[in-house]
């Protein structure tokens, strides 16, 4: 009989020890010195877990905070949060999104909120709000451990859920908060049911917990199966039907209100036939993370997976060995912990293939699972005999600390995707985020490395044209204008306007004609006016002319200004005096700047271009 066998037996059996190394029957009272030991490691892992991140304090915004967080701050009130249980997480941003992942996540947007409420727009409480909700999750996770395992084996798999490397995406990045919070209350609510025969009280607290899971991250759903699966390693059997009817409930009403939230969107299509064909090299790499969490990046992108035969055998082989090893030492409550890992892990391929980008995020509620088996696998192991985990331990918090630097900033961790994955994903972030501050002669190869990929990120396609005319690149911008155009990147009414801009000022009146009949059907707003008066008076309408300029209410000096502009740089000199004269008879009067200025500065801060 193996170890994890000898246990289960023992808490079916009666009070005799299953092995002569465990100090105690799982889930017993213990006491004296073995308590108190337990309690000082406790402390001491929550302790070193805390300090080897807490450097991460003084980081700042990164990633999707720019869209969560930082554009999104007229949404992250108290007062909206009933509004976010009716919601995705996406339709409560500014954030442009032609195809999104339906995420259903209130109690993370609620997190926000009080963040904002707390600290304003000053990342360093984000920050700390996320750190303590993954010392919750650990704990809380320990206290579940303890009610199936012995305290060493209990101490040790929380141990390896808090400090292994991969799990800093979801603890560093602050948009990444859902994946501790939504692990939080699973294990709360599985520690609450643990008892065989939970009393009312019990039920209903895991019941509350379950739906704080379930509100802060889908994933979170497959809970019951952790519990039906340890049941089944402890008693032999389920527990009884009144002990997952709360789970039920509470299930059912997450359901349908995210059916109702998420009703207008989902995945494109073809997204899913995008994952399948690499679904070897996917199991490939989370293997690999599991057991080699070296190098960390956030650039792996499902399109550009592509790692050599050999990578993805030793990936999945490393996984399937390191599965039949913990089973064999720890028995049935083993294979309960690697079968919650599995199914934890299942709903992320479908946010893989609605986002393409392949997180490491999508371990840490699975790790609860192999945190189980590693606890299960290490009975019988005393802890004086333990120090061959002290090369392991060392290497998990030299990793972590390795990983800290590159969540500074989004430039910093744009810097290290690069670095680590270099591929158009990559290319495109790095791109944007010295575009967003203001690089534009940095960002704009790039930008146009990251143009050739199929298909191009939507951002990429608008900043790619808006760097080229902010850097006076006009014939560029035209030529990657129309790149955009055979790369089917979605005409959105910013692109359109963008590729106006860059036709009007290489005098491409054609293609202008083209853009200008898209924006007008938009009636987004007025910006596209001034390209709409240019290339009225190329083609000899001043009345078009004349009522464009009465329309947009800017036929002061700022509005002739920008059509003079495009009808200098566009090949028409010759129609420069008809700007003002066109206007004598149109009764316009004196016009003030724009409400919304164009995409770019056509004025002044560019340079004569080619």
């Known amino acids: 009989m193996n170890v994890g066998d000898a246990h289960l037996e023992h808490s079916v059996a009666g009070p005799a020890r299953a092995h002569s190394g465990a100090s105690e029957p799982p889930g017993g009272a213990g006491r004296g010195t073995d308590s108190k030991a337990f309690i000082y490691g406790t402390a001491l892992l929550l302790v070193a877990t805390a300090a ?232 490939g790499l989370y293997g690999r993370l599991l057991v080699w969490p070296y190098p960390l990046t956030t650039g792996r992108h499902l399109l550009y997976l592509s790692p050599p035969w050999w990578a993805t055998v030793a990936g999945i082989a490393a996984m399937l060995g390191l599965s039949a090893w913990l089973i064999s030492r720890g028995g049935k409550p083993a294979t309960a912990g690697l079968a919650f890992a599995l199914l934890a892990f299942l709903p992320s391929l479908y946010a893989m293939a609605g986002s393409y980008q392949l997180g490491e995020r999508y371990l840490y509620l699975p790790l609860a699972g192999v945190a189980l088996a590693a606890g299960a696998a290490s009975q019988g192991i005393r802890p004086a005999r333990a120090a061959w985990g002290l090369p392991l331990l060392l290497a998990s918090l030299w990793a972590i600390q390795d990983r800290l630097p590159d969540w500074q900033d989004g430039l910093s961790l744009t810097e290290s995707e690069v670095r680590v994955a270099p591929n158009p994903y990559t290319w495109g972030g790095y791109g944007l985020e010295l575009a967003a501050r203001g690089r534009w002669e940095e960002a704009l190869p790039w930008l146009r490395q990251a143009l050739d990929a199929t298909p191009p990120d939507q951002a990429v396609c608008t900043e790619s044209v808006r760097a080229a005319l902010l850097t006076g690149r006009r014939r560029e911008a035209s030529a990657l204008a129309i790149q955009t155009r055979r790369q089917r990147c979605h005409p959105t009414y910013e692109l359109v306007l963008l590729h106006g801009l860059a036709f009007a000022r290489s005098g491409q009146w054609e293609d202008v004609a083209k853009a200008t009949r898209f924006l007008e059907k938009q009636h987004e707003d007025d910006r596209w006016m001034p390209l709409g008066a240019a290339l009225a008076l190329v083609r000899g309408n001043l009345a078009q002319y004349r009522d464009l300029t009465r329309r947009s209410g800017e036929g002061g000096k700022r509005f002739r200004e920008m059509v003079t502009l495009f009808l200098k740089e566009g090949g028409r000199p010759d129609l420069v005096p008809l700007v003002s004269s066109a206007l004598e008879n149109g009764g316009v009067g004196p016009g003030d700047l724009p409400a919304r200025p164009l995409p770019i500065d056509v004025g002044g801060e560019m340079g004569n271009g080619e």
């Open 52 to 283: 080897v991140y807490f450097p991460v304090i003084l980081a700042d915004f990164a990633w999707d905070d720019q869209g969560q967080i930082l554009d999104n701050a007229a949404n992250l009130s108290l007062s909206h949060v009933p509004g976010y249980f009716v919601s995705d997480v996406w339709s409560m941003t500014e954030q442009e999104n032609i195809h999104r992942p339906p995420y259903y996540r209130p109690l993370f947007l609620a997190s926000l909120a009080v963040d904002h409420a707390l600290f304003g727009l000053s990342p360093r409480g984000y920050h700390l709000h996320s750190l303590l909700w993954h010392l919750a999750a650990t704990a809380s996770l320990l206290a579940f451990l303890r009610r199936v395992l012995p305290r060493f084996p209990a101490l040790f798999g929380a141990a390896v859920f808090a400090l292994h490397p991969v799990q800093s995406e979801s603890v560093c990045w602050i948009s990444g908060r859902a994946d501790p919070m939504a692990a939080c209350f699973t294990f709360l609510a599985l520690w609450a049911l643990a008892p065989r025969t939970p009393g009312p009280g019990r039920q209903v607290a895991g019941a509350l917990a379950m739906a704080g899971a379930l509100f802060s991250k889908e994933p979170a759903v497959v809970a019951p199966v952790l519990l039906a699966g340890v049941d089944l390693a402890r008693f032999g059997r389920p527990g009884p039907v009144r002990r997952y009817a709360g789970l039920v409930a509470v299930t059912m009403a997450w359901a349908g209100l995210h059916l109702y939230a998420a009703a207008n969107t989902g995945l494109p299509p073809g997204r899913l036939g995008h994952l399948w064909p690499k679904l070897l090299d996917v199991l």
